[in-house]
């Protein structure tokens, strides 16, 4: 029962474009949202997190939009980079724990 | 900051050896982290919840008496995996939070731990 999923195992973006991440959550009791990159052979980087609370959190060329009504977050990349090429993985947290997607992986072509 | 350091990076050993992997948090205080395992191009699976004096909370389906936690610090957490088997093969990896902030604050990885038992 995969409590976070992220359907997209793959995207590829154009250097300069919008790139956007997507994840639904099943679970209507998590309270936070973070999303995290993970290059190869090194450990998850927490990125950016988003309150239950709220619908959006911006930080610089990252956004973070929330729609609990869908269950449904979104991380928005812009201007992507070359540089942002990674594995993506969202996580909902509640209880202390977080569960993760099974994260897209995104490149970004020059 | 939230630097978490984790060794070794790979261990390659024989059937039947324990392993020990050590998760320590060099410029804050954790007083949870937490050990998951990671099968190829799938989720993070947490393992367990390692709290700082306390025994170690483990998820459905693992076995604690197979993989010891032990959190004797505010700075270090280590996962020895017992007799280890081929199917323990993995990588393993984890994830310490500053204890000042509140569970809302976000967990900071270590690089992770390739196991393979040959």
């Known amino acids: 029962d995969q409590q976070v999923k992220q359907n997209s195992p793959s995207l590829s973006v154009q250097e300069g474009r919008i790139s956007i991440l997507n994840c639904d959550y099943t679970n209507s009791m998590f309270d936070y949202f973070l999303w995290y990159k993970k290059y190869p052979a090194e450990g998850p980087t927490f990125l950016i997190s988003?309150?239950?609370?709220?619908d959006k959190n911006e930080d610089g060329r990252f956004t973070v939009f929330l729609n609990k009504s869908a269950k449904h977050l979104s991380l928005h990349i812009v201007p992507s980079q070359p540089g942002d090429s990674a594995v993506y993985f969202c996580a909902a947290g509640g209880g202390g724990k977080l569960i993760f997607g099974q994260g897209t992986e995104l490149s970004v072509k020059p | 900051g939230a630097v978490v350091s984790q060794h070794p990076s790979r261990v390659i050993c024989k059937s039947g050896t324990s392993v020990k992997i050590e998760c320590r948090s060099l410029?804050?205080?954790?007083?949870?982290m937490f050990w998951y395992r990671q099968f190829p191009k799938q989720s993070l699976m947490l393992m367990a919840t390692?709290?700082?004096?306390?025994?170690?909370?483990?998820e459905q389906g693992v076995e604690k008496d197979k993989f010891l936690i032990n959190h004797a610090s505010l700075t270090l957490s280590t996962l020895t995996v017992t007799s280890a088997h081929p199917e323990d093969s993995s990588f393993y990896i984890c994830?310490?939070?500053?204890?000042?902030?509140?569970?809302?604050?976000?967990?900071?990885f270590g690089d992770g731990t390739r196991l393979s038992i040959l």
């Open positions: 994830s310490a939070r500053d204890g000042s902030g509140g569970s809302y604050q976000p967990q900071h």
């Open positions: 988003i309150s239950s609370i709220k």
């Open positions: 410029d804050f205080q954790a007083t949870t």
């Open positions: 390692s709290n700082e004096g306390s025994k170690a909370t483990y």
